[in-house]
């Protein structure tokens, strides 16, 4: 039998070598890549179609929800199961809403992770133990919280969320053009509509949104300029 194919994305060495590891050791399970950023995160899931992405959510240059919903709209095929520190009802009704259909704690056992990537797999959803019961309250089959969910992201585009990303990592408008394979004048397009929409009026105000939002952590290193 093929063993089920699984892309890690991860940006701590440290941890991404120790599920590797850990996967290595499942006769069923094969890890054939693996992503330091949210960004290759998709690449490599559309070049290597994984059966699932095991995605952690806090990832420089595309954040782990943007890079699930990238995955879902252009890999249908591809499980996208969450490995996480965080476990507010917040985040995980955001990445489900994404299209995620697992979410771990890294807290998680390797048993459990191995268990879990065997449900995704094959069709089923899988969510640690300790929040499984707080996501059956989460009542995200229902239209009106799922619109409220996606109001308090106030509708960004993939691209929008893109760039606000790498403008709150400090990136400056040149090296986010060359990120994005865009012209610096669209970039600046990006930035005044991104203003315009949030209300907000430099890049402060901008970085402090995105760490809110939850699209990067205050871990980042970021200048307020």
Request: proline residues 3%; positive net charge.
């Amino acid at each position: 039998m093929k063993p089920i194919s699984v892309l890690l994305a991860e940006d701590h060495t440290i941890v991404r070598e120790g599920l590797r590891t850990l996967l290595n050791t499942e006769a069923d399970i094969e890890v054939v890549g693996e992503a330091d950023n949210g960004r290759l995160a998709v690449e490599l899931a559309k070049r290597l179609r994984p059966d699932v992405v095991v995605m952690d959510l806090a990832m420089p240059l595309l954040n782990g929800l943007e890079a699930t919903r990238q995955i879902r709209k252009s890999v249908p095929a591809t499980k996208v199961l969450i490995l996480s520190a965080h476990s507010d009802d917040e985040y995980i009704a955001q990445v489900t809403l994404a299209g995620a259909v697992g979410y771990l704690i890294k807290q998680t056992s390797a048993h459990v992770l191995a268990h879990a990537i065997r449900e995704v797999q094959q069709g089923n959803t899988f969510f640690s133990p300790s929040i499984a019961h707080r996501v059956r309250d989460l009542h995200l089959d229902s239209p009106d919280r799922a619109r409220r969910i996606k109001k308090r992201g106030l509708a960004l585009t993939s691209r929008e969320a893109e760039v606000l990303q790498l403008i709150a990592e400090g990136k400056a408008n040149k090296q986010i053009a060359r990120e994005l394979r865009i012209s610096v004048k669209t970039v600046e397009k990006h930035r005044q509509h991104l203003m315009r929409k949030l209300d907000l009026h430099d890049t402060a105000g901008l970085t402090r949104y995105a760490i809110a939002a939850g699209i990067i952590e205050s871990r980042v290193n970021v200048t307020f300029t």
